[in-house]
Nanobody, 115 residues
Framework: QVQLVESGGGLVQAGGSLRLSCAAS????????MGWYRQAPGKQRELVAT???????NYADSVKGRFTVSRDNAEKTVYLQMNSLKPEDTAVYCC?????????WGQGTQVTVSS
């Protein structure tokens, strides 16, 4: 059974930092591209950051220079380091895994940034 379990969300003041983690099980982690989406109430889901199996990264314009995605294949974990957080970063952040026709999602973790 595939599981993606996020952790690290919470409440932080604007300008602060959080580090999200997503631990994967049930997949050959190194094969998969990994990434993070977020969805705020009343807004469309937004792709925040991705990291390929080869370690290449990509970011939404809204988070470039503030967020860093990374992966540890030995730990089967993907991370999202979020710095200089803004109130508009408030959302549920979900981890996903993608390889060929296989897509898996985590349940999400709430990030709330107060002004």
């Amino acid at each position: 059974q595939v599981q993606l379990v996020e952790s690290g969300g919470g409440l932080v003041q604007a300008g602060g930092s959080l580090r999200l983690s997503c631990a994967a099980s049930g997949i050959t982690f190194s094969f998969y591209a990994m990434g993070w989406y977020r969805q705020a109430p009343g807004k469309q889901r937004e792709l925040v950051a991705t990291v390929t199996s080869g370690g290449n990264t990509n970011y939404a314009d809204s988070v470039k220079g503030r967020f860093t995605v990374s992966r540890d294949n030995a730990e089967k974990t993907v991370y999202l380091q979020m710095n200089s957080l803004k109130p508009e970063d408030t959302a549920v952040y979900c981890c996903y895994a993608f390889w060929m026709n296989n897509n898996y999602w985590g349940q999400g973790t709430q990030v709330t940034v107060s002004s």
